[in-house]
């Protein structure tokens, strides 16, 4: 079974640019989670929705932040205006129901630099 | 602040030797789960240990968690090269959290196994 894929694998744009990371999660899962990773700060969870509803959003950094889930099958994280600040991975994870409990399966990220 | 924090930062071993991490973390929890990520990869799930439980097995692995001094350890058995990667655990809300969903996780432990 295809695990959850992200895209693009890697993107360089210039400070300014709108910049849109892409997610489909693991068919069947209906929780699906938004992270940033960078080595001063770790792993940060920006945002989780289930069944496609955000449910918390309390580590968006700022407005220029946005994401939506348009489906089960696919969603989308979006920064713009992009900042050099905003560079780091982002991981979009998957998991089964809306418990803690379950374990979350990742891609494997999108390393975004800004400059 | 991180929920969960992992000891040591680092680890370097010989294959063969057996590498423990520790993992602490502040608040009540209903389960904690560890993670392995490779290097320019996503997290894996490796395991899951619920409140209830104080000892978990899979292969090699061995997690213990102690709910009176809040902390937990993984124990790889007979380690090998693969198992070189970045260690994390994750812990949920806790009990009576209407955040169910939410996973916070450690700084992570480097572990390094020298062939």
């Known amino acids: 079974d295809a695990g959850v894929i992200q895209s693009p694998r890697h993107e360089v744009t210039e400070m300014g640019q709108e910049v849109t990371l892409r997610c489909k999660p693991i068919?069947?899962?209906?929780?699906l989670f938004w992270y940033r990773q960078t080595m001063m700060r770790g792993l940060e969870l920006l945002i989780y929705f289930n069944n496609n509803v955000p449910i918390d959003d309390s580590g968006m950094p700022e407005d220029r932040f946005s994401a939506k889930m348009p489906n089960a099958s696919f969603s989308t994280l979006k920064i713009q205006p992009s900042e050099p600040r905003d560079s780091a991975v982002y991981f979009c994870?998957?998991?089964?129901?809306?418990?803690?409990?379950?374990?979350?399966?990742f891609g494997d990220g999108t390393r975004l630099s800004i400059l | 602040s991180q929920q969960g924090e992992e000891d040591p930062q680092a680890l370097s071993i010989q294959e063969g030797e057996n590498a423990t991490m520790n993992c602490s973390y502040k608040?009540?929890?209903?389960?904690l789960q560890w993670y392995r990520q490779n290097s320019g990869r996503g997290l894996v799930h490796l395991i899951l240990?619920?409140?209830?439980?104080r000892e978990k097995h899979s292969g090699r692995l061995r997690v213990t968690l102690d709910t009176s001094k809040k902390s937990s350890s993984l124990l790889i058995t007979a380690s090998r090269a693969a198992d070189t990667a970045s260690y994390f655990c994750a812990t949920d809300a806790g009990p009576g959290s209407s955040n169910t969903g939410k996973l916070i996780f450690g700084q992570g432990t480097t572990l390094q196994v020298k062939p």
């Open positions: 994870a998957s998991s089964t129901g809306d418990r803690a409990a379950q374990p979350q399966h």
């Open positions: 608040t009540s929890i209903n389960n």
């Open positions: 240990i619920r409140s209830n439980e």
């Open positions: 068919s069947g899962h209906n929780s």
